[in-house]
């Protein structure tokens, strides 16, 4: 493997300086560009060289490197938002040229959504991609008048949910599980609070918010639907900065302070829901001890150590907290990353991500009574740990080669429980698995004329289930059916490899330039995926098990091609696309009808496995500029699953296939003072399964599927409205800051919303069945909040 990758690598890199040979002599000016407000530094800043038509944007850092012939140039800096920078420079030697960029004193008619370069998305690579401004978030209008990542990502082209408060989110024909959620580079394993009310991203601490859905560059891998990449702020370099909010369920505060002569910063951001302490006066008897909220800290510093090295630690930690008397049940998130920036030369940018993830979850009854004779405890986790170098090397103005690698190390505890009755204890815990996967990748970013630039790449995974573990057969009786273990299992010893898998992953995608103003983009990228969540629910909850890839369950494989049209109108005011994706899925993990997940040492003979398709088109329309603002989406796709046993061995639609899907976001700015918001979503019902027959038994009508049928009908559509209003205030806050009143309005015209259907022995008369309508939300929802900044 090592010397196959030494040769894409050496071919790589001949190729590049073949086409970008030339006999003058060449230097290199690189660096940084930063807020000028804030010392944050700036993503996808566009660095352009007039002289000689050609540029760069900044890494997700904000370093930028150019490599041109000895001479007078002139470097143009825009960034949609920012006031445009000109810098005349004489190139006779390597230079650092590091810039400062202000946001612009814009006029009421100039207002912008965007904070990306101009005509970013037809000259850059990038296909399948929503990049959300945390500013643009802010203004949407949302549940409880609470801004959310999760939720603003959802009114997005080829982004679905199954329903009003389902946790994680469906992208392109993929489960919840499928999509790699990163903060600060480390994974985020259950994104959401209130069983997917909202998410665990504080908005105070966002500085950006990537969702890559296809065309996934090599560096990434682990997920075969997409990923969503979450950046932290750095922390005011400039200022000590405090901002925060007053809402209708929880309030949040943050803290942004420089030091060392603002060479670091630091910001820590915390939140808190208050149901449970509004609530406590209604409560009487064993109720007042109930405890329902959630809360979260979200920290990170940085320190620049001289102009080649700066580091990073920043962590999260987050939890749910239910419980009624004596009855506990709790889930929380925690995470921690360091990284180190080091510049080897002005051409040669690394990246050194270290990393730790831990998702858990707890159930106990009786937790104030150590000595009841009947009692019951459990709890489940997941530990994951990372390294990951990555290299950016930037050949020529026109060449950019990335390369690196990855290790993580895998820790599973399905579940450690134990159950005491009558005084008598019963362990029924299940062993913890383990296992590693490895990463090598290696990517040339190249523009081969005005009119066309390539991306391509390889990526090459390894991964290894470990023991000590107990490894079982299982024997069919019936496709479709429970499978049953051969006893007795066989025993691994510690570190011995029970099974492994190797998966190339190539990845490629294509520009080409049809004007100034409008491309055609093509990508295709393969992704495995060796670590899966079992959950047979319409949607994923905090007790779904996350299992690794053994003997039996294979990993996951997706293949994605694409092709899109990308077109601006009137000077970037509007910016346009439609894009066609197919997606080919292998080895999809499905269940067997009443399928036992949950403290299951048999698990495996539970499971079924099958293929999926998913294919599609997505027409996306955003205006930019001007006082009204926003963006139209509609998505027409299909998702669709084959496993042998099931439907009668036919093609079914997935639980989360949703065929139509449109959305509608405006933003008014109506005056200086006072912002109007609106978004709109009208989608197809998600597929259920109804009985087809009926039969009686003890005076009861009983539902049946004869037919072996899988999701043969559908639920009612899906349509909502939200409205949102935004006040600044007049007055300062401590004669320094300000502050602002947003009122919005969820679920406007009080839209009873089904999140499933089911049917069941009517409770009147038994001998006959009733449909049943379940909604979760089916009330208008008023908020206020009152946020500010000083």
């Given at each position: 493997?090592?010397?196959?990758?030494?040769?894409?690598?050496?071919?790589?890199?001949?190729?590049?300086?073949?086409?970008?040979?030339?006999?003058?002599?060449?230097?290199?000016?690189?660096?940084?560009?930063?807020?000028?407000?804030?010392?944050?530094?700036?993503?996808?800043?566009?660095?352009?060289?007039?002289?000689?038509?050609?540029?760069?944007?900044?890494?997700?850092?904000?370093?930028?490197?150019?490599?041109?012939?000895?001479?007078?140039?002139?470097?143009?800096?825009?960034?949609?938002?920012?006031?445009?920078?000109?810098?005349?420079?004489?190139?006779?030697?390597?230079?650092?040229?590091?810039?400062?960029?202000?946001?612009?004193?814009?006029?009421?008619?100039?207002?912008?959504?965007?904070?990306?370069?101009?005509?970013?998305?037809?000259?850059?690579?990038?296909?399948?991609?929503?990049?959300?401004?945390?500013?643009?978030?802010?203004?949407?209008?949302?549940?409880?008048?609470?801004?959310?990542?999760?939720?603003?990502?959802?009114?997005?082209?080829?982004?679905?949910?199954?329903?009003?408060?389902?946790?994680?989110?469906?992208?392109?024909?993929?489960?919840?599980?499928?999509?790699?959620?990163?903060?600060?580079?480390?994974?985020?394993?259950?994104?959401?609070?209130?069983?997917?009310?909202?998410?665990?991203?504080?908005?105070?601490?966002?500085?950006?918010?990537?969702?890559?859905?296809?065309?996934?560059?090599?560096?990434?891998?682990?997920?075969?639907?997409?990923?969503?990449?979450?950046?932290?702020?750095?922390?005011?370099?400039?200022?000590?900065?405090?901002?925060?909010?007053?809402?209708?369920?929880?309030?949040?505060?943050?803290?942004?302070?420089?030091?060392?002569?603002?060479?670091?910063?630091?910001?820590?951001?915390?939140?808190?829901?208050?149901?449970?302490?509004?609530?406590?006066?209604?409560?009487?008897?064993?109720?007042?001890?109930?405890?329902?909220?959630?809360?979260?800290?979200?920290?990170?510093?940085?320190?620049?150590?001289?102009?080649?090295?700066?580091?990073?630690?920043?962590?999260?930690?987050?939890?749910?907290?239910?419980?009624?008397?004596?009855?506990?049940?709790?889930?929380?998130?925690?995470?921690?990353?360091?990284?180190?920036?080091?510049?080897?030369?002005?051409?040669?940018?690394?990246?050194?991500?270290?990393?730790?993830?831990?998702?858990?979850?707890s159930i106990e009854s009786d937790r104030n009574n150590k000595d009841a004779e009947d009692k019951f405890t459990w709890n489940s986790k997941i530990i994951s740990?990372?390294?990951?170098?990555?290299?950016?090397?930037?050949?020529?103005?026109?060449?950019?080669?990335?390369?690196?690698?990855?290790?993580?190390?895998?820790?599973?505890?399905?579940?450690?429980?134990?159950?005491?009755?009558?005084?008598?204890?019963?362990?029924?815990?299940?062993?913890?698995?383990?296992?590693?996967?490895?990463?090598?990748?290696?990517?040339?970013?190249?523009?081969?004329?005005?009119?066309?630039?390539?991306?391509?790449?390889?990526?090459?995974?390894?991964?290894?289930?470990?023991?000590?573990?107990?490894?079982?057969?299982?024997?069919?009786?019936?496709?479709?059916?429970?499978?049953?273990?051969?006893?007795?299992?066989?025993?691994?010893?510690?570190?011995?490899?029970?099974?492994?898998?190797?998966?190339?992953?190539?990845?490629?995608?294509?520009?080409?330039?049809?004007?100034?103003?409008?491309?055609?983009?093509?990508?295709?990228?393969?992704?495995?995926?060796?670590?899966?969540?079992?959950?047979?629910?319409?949607?994923?909850?905090?007790?779904?098990?996350?299992?690794?890839?053994?003997?039996?369950?294979?990993?996951?494989?997706?293949?994605?091609?694409?092709?899109?049209?990308?077109?601006?109108?009137?000077?970037?005011?509007?910016?346009?696309?439609?894009?066609?994706?197919?997606?080919?899925?292998?080895?999809?993990?499905?269940?067997?009808?009443?399928?036992?997940?949950?403290?299951?040492?048999?698990?495996?003979?539970?499971?079924?496995?099958?293929?999926?398709?998913?294919?599609?088109?997505?027409f996306f329309l955003k205006k930019n500029k001007g006082r009204l603002t926003g963006w139209l989406s509609y998505t027409l796709a299909r998702t669709e699953r084959?496993?042998?046993?099931?439907?009668?061995?036919?093609?079914?639609?997935?639980?989360?296939?949703?065929?139509?899907?449109?959305?509608?976001?405006?933003?008014?700015?109506?005056?200086?003072?006072?912002?109007?918001?609106?978004?709109?979503?009208?989608?197809?019902?998600?597929?259920?399964?109804?009985?087809?027959?009926?039969?009686?038994?003890?005076?009861?009508?009983?539902?049946?599927?004869?037919?072996?049928?899988?999701?043969?009908?559908?639920?009612?559509?899906?349509?909502?409205?939200?409205?949102?209003?935004?006040?600044?205030?007049?007055?300062?806050?401590?004669?320094?800051?300000?502050?602002?009143?947003?009122?919005?309005?969820?679920?406007?015209?009080?839209?009873?919303?089904?999140?499933?259907?089911?049917?069941?022995?009517?409770?009147?008369?038994?001998?006959?069945?009733?449909?049943?309508?379940?909604?979760?939300?089916?009330?208008?929802?008023?908020?206020?909040?009152?946020?500010?900044?000083?």
């Amino acid at each position: 493997m090592k010397n196959i990758l030494r040769v894409v690598c050496l071919g790589l890199v001949l190729w590049g300086i073949g086409t970008n040979a030339q006999a003058q002599e060449k230097y290199t000016v690189s660096g940084y560009v930063k807020d000028i407000a804030n010392g944050e530094g700036l993503i996808g800043v566009s660095v352009y060289v007039r002289e000689a038509s050609t540029g760069v944007v900044t890494n997700p850092y904000g370093f930028y490197s150019l490599t041109l012939p000895q001479g007078e140039y002139t470097l143009v800096f825009s960034y949609i938002g920012y006031e445009k920078l000109t810098r005349t420079l004489t190139l006779g030697s390597d230079q650092r040229l590091n810039v400062e960029m202000a946001a612009e004193s814009r006029q009421l008619q100039e207002v912008v959504v965007s904070t990306t370069k101009e005509d970013d998305n037809v000259r850059s690579l990038e296909m399948s991609v929503n990049k959300v401004d945390i500013k643009t978030i802010r203004k949407i209008p949302a549940l409880l008048g609470e801004v959310d990542v999760i939720r603003s990502i959802q009114l997005l082209p080829g982004v679905t949910t199954v329903g009003e408060g389902a946790s994680g989110f469906n992208v392109r024909g993929g489960d919840v599980s499928q999509n790699l959620i990163l903060l600060d580079e480390a994974p985020v394993y259950n994104s959401s609070h209130l069983f997917g009310f909202f998410s665990v991203f504080n908005p105070d601490a966002v500085k950006d918010v990537k969702l890559i859905k296809g065309g996934i560059p090599a560096q990434y891998g682990g997920r075969i639907s997409s990923i969503l990449d979450v950046r932290m702020k750095e922390g005011n370099t400039k200022q000590r900065e405090i901002n925060g909010g007053i809402g209708t369920i929880f309030s949040r505060l943050t803290y942004e302070q420089p030091f060392a002569q603002s060479r670091g910063s630091f910001i820590v951001a915390a939140r808190r829901s208050y149901i449970d302490v509004l609530a406590k006066p209604f409560l009487k008897g064993d109720l007042k001890k109930s405890r329902f909220n959630f809360y979260d800290l979200t920290a990170k510093v940085n320190y620049r150590l001289d102009d080649k090295n700066t580091f990073y630690a920043s962590g999260y930690f987050g939890r749910d907290v239910f419980g009624a008397a004596d009855f506990g049940f709790g889930w929380g998130n925690g995470t921690a990353t360091a990284r180190w920036n080091h510049i080897f030369s002005n051409k040669l940018f690394l990246n050194l991500t270290g990393y730790y993830s831990n998702y858990d979850y707890s159930i106990e009854s009786d937790r104030n009574n150590k000595d009841a004779e009947d009692k019951f405890t459990w709890n489940s986790k997941i530990i994951s740990s990372s390294l990951k170098p990555d290299f950016t090397y930037y050949l020529t103005p026109n060449n950019q080669i990335s390369f690196g690698g990855q290790y993580i190390r895998y820790n599973t505890r399905p579940g450690n429980a134990v159950a005491i009755s009558s005084g008598e204890s019963r362990n029924i815990s299940l062993d913890s698995r383990y296992g590693d996967e490895s990463a090598l990748y290696i990517a040339n970013e190249q523009k081969i004329s005005d009119l066309l630039s390539l991306q391509y790449g390889l990526r090459y995974s390894f991964y290894r289930n470990l023991g000590p573990g107990q490894v079982y057969e299982y024997q069919e009786i019936q496709k479709g059916e429970r499978k049953y273990p051969v006893l007795p299992g066989t025993a691994v010893p510690k570190g011995d490899v029970i099974k492994q898998y190797g998966n190339w992953e190539p990845r490629f995608s294509l520009n080409m330039s049809l004007t100034s103003t409008a491309s055609i983009k093509a990508s295709y990228n393969r992704t495995a995926q060796y670590l899966h969540l079992l959950s047979n629910t319409a949607a994923s909850s905090p007790l779904d098990v996350w299992t690794l890839s053994t003997n039996l369950i294979k990993p996951e494989i997706a293949d994605q091609v694409a092709l899109g049209w990308f077109q601006n109108f009137r000077d970037n005011t509007y910016e346009a696309s439609v894009e066609v994706y197919y997606k080919d899925l292998q080895n999809q993990i499905d269940y067997v009808r009443n399928s036992d997940l949950l403290l299951n040492r048999y698990v495996e003979g539970d499971l079924l496995f099958g293929k999926g398709r998913a294919y599609g088109a997505e027409f996306f329309l955003k205006k930019n500029k001007g006082r009204l603002t926003g963006w139209l989406s509609y998505t027409l796709a299909r998702t669709e699953r084959l496993v042998e046993g099931v439907n009668n061995d036919a093609w079914f639609p997935a639980r989360f296939d949703k065929p139509h899907n449109l959305t509608a976001v405006g933003i008014f700015e109506l005056n200086k003072r006072l912002t109007l918001s609106s978004n709109f979503t009208i989608a197809s019902g998600t597929p259920a399964t109804f009985p087809t027959n009926r039969f009686e038994y003890n005076g009861w009508a009983l539902p049946y599927n004869v037919y072996n049928a899988r999701n043969n009908n559908r639920i009612p559509p899906y349509h909502r409205l939200d409205l949102a209003a935004t006040l600044k205030s007049k007055r300062k806050l401590f004669n320094t800051g300000e502050s602002e009143w947003v009122f919005s309005v969820y679920n406007a015209y009080n839209r009873r919303n089904p999140y499933s259907v089911y049917v069941q022995p009517n409770e009147d008369n038994p001998l006959t069945t009733e449909a049943i309508r379940f909604s979760v939300i089916g009330s208008i929802i008023p908020a206020v909040t009152y946020n500010f900044k000083f």
